[in-house]
Structure formats: C-alpha cells, structure tokens
C-alpha cells in the first residue's frame, strides 16, 4: 500500500516556524485527501488540518487557522504543513495520513507515517 514518510520536525522557539513534509510512496493512486493528526503525551489524537488531492480543499483545526497552513505538490506526492507562530501547546508528535475524503475523523484514514515530533519551547 501507500508509504507516507514525515520529516521537518525538531525544537523551536515559541514564536517560531517549521514546515512539515509528507512524502507518499507505492500504491499512491487512491489517495484522495491527505491530513496532519497530532498526538500530545497523555492527549488523544487530535486532527489538525487536511486537504484534498484535486480541489485543494482545506479544513483546520481552529486554535491553528491563521497560523498554519497546509498544501501540496501534486507531482512530487508531496504534502506540507508550514507553522508559523508555534506555540508550546503545540507540542506533539505530527502525523501524516491518507484519506478518501475530507475529514477531521481520524477512522477515515487508512494508511499514516512513522510522525515526526515537533517541540516548542517557551
């Protein structure tokens, strides 16, 4: 099936930025729409923005709008996540997933990378 491979994360300044990669590989045909889940110690889950393959349709979790934004590369089966203004409670291992639809439910999702973790210090 699809391999997703995340990298970008690290350690940063609040106030700071990262941007995050999604690099899908294998059985990409299918893939639909593709999300940033984040999953804090001791958290559930948290969907935090997705987007379609075609439309480029985009949904994110409220406490990120204005904040973050999510995109993709088509060609390169390639899709970001640029932080900006990051802060500590932001804090989580990212995850990148593949969906087939727009969704916020983590259940629609059926293949997801390794993360990559994101610290923001204060």
């Known amino acids: 099936q699809v391999h997703l491979v995340e990298s970008g994360g690290g350690l940063v300044q609040a106030g700071g930025s990262l941007r995050l990669s999604c690099a899908a590989s294998?059985?990409?045909?299918?893939?639909?729409?593709l999300g940033w889940f984040r999953q804090a110690p001791g958290k559930e889950r948290e969907f935090v923005a997705a987007i379609t393959w075609t439309g480029g349709n985009t949904y994110y979790l409220d406490s990120v709008k204005g904040r973050f934004t999510i995109s993709r590369d088509n060609a390169k089966n390639t899709v970001y996540l640029q932080m900006n203004s990051l802060k500590p409670e932001d804090t989580a291992v990212y995850y990148c997933?593949?969906?087939?639809?727009?969704?916020?439910?983590?259940?629609?999702?059926?293949?997801w990378g390794q993360g990559t973790q994101v610290t923001v210090s204060s």
């Open positions: 997933a593949k969906g087939r639809f727009l969704s916020d439910d983590a259940k629609s999702y059926d293949a």
């Open positions: 294998g059985r990409t045909f299918g893939m639909y729409a």
